[in-house]
């Protein structure tokens, strides 16, 4: 059987069947992640992928990449600490809205703070899929989950606008109905220096569907592409208007120094005053 470019990056002997439902977006994301690594031509043996804890954070285990399954809200930090040990490796981060907004918001503030040259994507589904359907900061207004059966009252989080103002390099936005735009957006947070997030917009059929009653996966996703509309077009029209929309584009795409680049500078200047002090 001839195999695509994907199953050449899998592990299906080891690691599958995957546990994810039918109609969940998250192997929709890993395609479009595997397939924008390979894009970008790294070296799959100085690639490493680093997730939490969650659905989303059982994409790294599927894939024949070096992976990192980590704790809860913690991918980032596991990450920083890897891309420190070795700078030349892609880290790749595979986080979900609650893992990487909630538990681990003061890791993405502060990484994107940063700037340090990782590539997060959120596979962000507004709910906590494995751990229990509580709400997480990505939930709209009104949205019921297992900690707000009366719908949710806390404003969300815009991903996009949060990494954008904190300081990192690129951000954008695409849905799983957008595929091959959101390899491409993938595809440059890999080649970009710096701190790249990507939110990846995606149903979850079963557990956020069990709660507000949205459907099929193949539903929720005609609603996805209905609520869909560009950077451009939002930036055209006033905010009452996009306060439901799903807005797509890129965000921020700027060249802010980054992190282990004035680190290695910092070292070699602590190690020539070191030298000048002479032998003790
Ligand atoms: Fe996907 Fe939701 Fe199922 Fe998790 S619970 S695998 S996010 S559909």
Redesign the pocket.
Known sequence: MMQSIIHTYLRPEKKFPH???P??G?GIILSAIVRAIHGAERNRNEVVLVSGIG??SRAPIYTDFASLHGTHGRALAFATGIKIANPKLTVVVISGDGDGLAIGGNHFIHTCRRNIDLTLIIFN?NIY??TGGQYSPTMTLGAHGSTAPYGNIERPFDICKLAASAGANFVARATVCQPFLLENYVKKGVQKKGFSVIDAVT??????SFFNKTGT?LKMMKTIKEKSITIQKAQSLPDEETGNKIVTGIFANRDYHEYMAVYKKLMEKAKRSKEDEGPL
């Not at 149903?203 to 956020?208: K, L, M, N």
């Open positions: 546990v994810w439902c109609g969940c998250n659905c989303s589904n899929g494995m149903p979850c059929p079963t557990i956020y996966g």
